[in-house]
């Protein structure tokens, strides 16, 4: 079941039970920069559901993911990770997109330490939150990679920009 709700301003569809969105779903509204043929996976790391939406709106708009799966806490994340490498992907996605603070026992920190732990640094991370840029560089300040970061609340151009320029690099 699919609903059209408004959320910051945005009309956002309302996703099933199901947590992956397929390659048919993501056809509509082609930006362009997504020139290229090559289709990209996506996890989405957050919380808060008004969020999730904006962002699945935003990477639906770049026509580029076949993939997209969502984890609410760290641990599902890191679940959703171990699961893909275990099926022989070397990079389990092309982008992951993390709240800092999420609930539960581990936090988007927690998850961004494991990917470079794993040695999964080369994967392009988006780290959201409503804390402002100087906290979230005193945050990630002893990483020698820094991830991007959206500031919440953010608007739906400004995250089909920073995607696309993203991904514009991993062609």
Do not use: C
């Amino acid at each position: 079941m699919v609903e059209l709700v408004s959320v910051y301003g945005a009309d956002v569809r309302v996703l099933d039970k199901k947590n992956t969105r397929d390659e048919k779903e993501n056809k509509k509204n082609v930006l362009p920069f997504s020139t290229k043929k090559r289709k990209f996976s996506a996890l989405i790391v957050e919380d808060d559901m008004a969020s999730i939406y904006l962002i699945d709106v935003a990477l639906q708009k770049t026509g580029q993911f076949m993939r997209m799966d969502w984890a609410t806490s760290a641990e599902e994340a890191i679940n959703y990770i171990k699961k893909r490498i275990k099926n022989g992907q070397e990079n389990p996605y092309d982008l992951i997109i993390i709240d800092i603070f999420l609930d539960g026992k581990k936090t988007g920190l927690d998850l961004w330490q494991y990917l470079n732990e794993e040695n999964l640094q080369n994967i392009p991370v988006i780290m959201t939150s409503s804390i402002s840029e100087k906290r979230f560089s005193d945050l990630m300040g002893r990483y020698s990679i820094m991830p991007h970061f959206l500031k919440k609340p953010f608007h739906l151009q400004v995250a089909e920009e920073m995607v696309g320029e993203i991904l514009s690099k991993t062609l």
